[in-house]
């Protein structure tokens, strides 16, 4: 079970961090990410990371979002700087036993983030 919580209303340029916590057989979980969906867009990866170090972010995230977070034991952070009204989206973490960068098989519940122009 993953539960992700903090998100909130920011003007642009401001910052929020986003939290993912696991629950259950988290050692079986490899890989952990971040997606988002926009009102009437399709979901897409923002961020995410494995157990073996690898990571990706979408482009237009890059140097402005980190993800951490050591393990599955242990909470998973979505740290987003810079925000932009286009980051205005639903977030939800996700989870997967395998060690691919697309983390697709438990998700949490979203939380919603709302930049203000």
């Known amino acids: 079970q993953l539960q992700a919580s903090g998100g909130g209303l920011v003007q642009a340029g401001g910052s929020l961090t986003l939290s993912c916590s696991a629950s259950?057989?988290?050692?079986?979980?490899?890989?952990m990410g971040w997606y988002r969906q926009a009102p009437g867009k399709q979901r897409e990866l923002v961020a995410s990371?494995?157990?073996?170090?690898?990571?990706r972010y979408k482009k237009t995230v890059q140097g402005r979002f980190v993800i951490s977070g050591e393990n599955a034991e242990n909470p998973m952070y979505l740290r987003m700087n810079s925000l932009k009204p286009e980051d205005t989206a639903v977030y939800f973490c996700?989870?997967?036993?395998?060690?691919?960068?697309?983390?697709?098989?438990?998700w949490g519940h979203g939380t919603l983030v709302t930049v203000s122009s």
């Open positions: 996700a989870a997967d036993r395998s060690d691919g960068l697309e983390p697709l098989e438990y």
């Open positions: 259950g057989d988290v050692l079986t979980l490899n890989s």
């Open positions: 990371h494995t157990s073996t170090g690898k990571t």
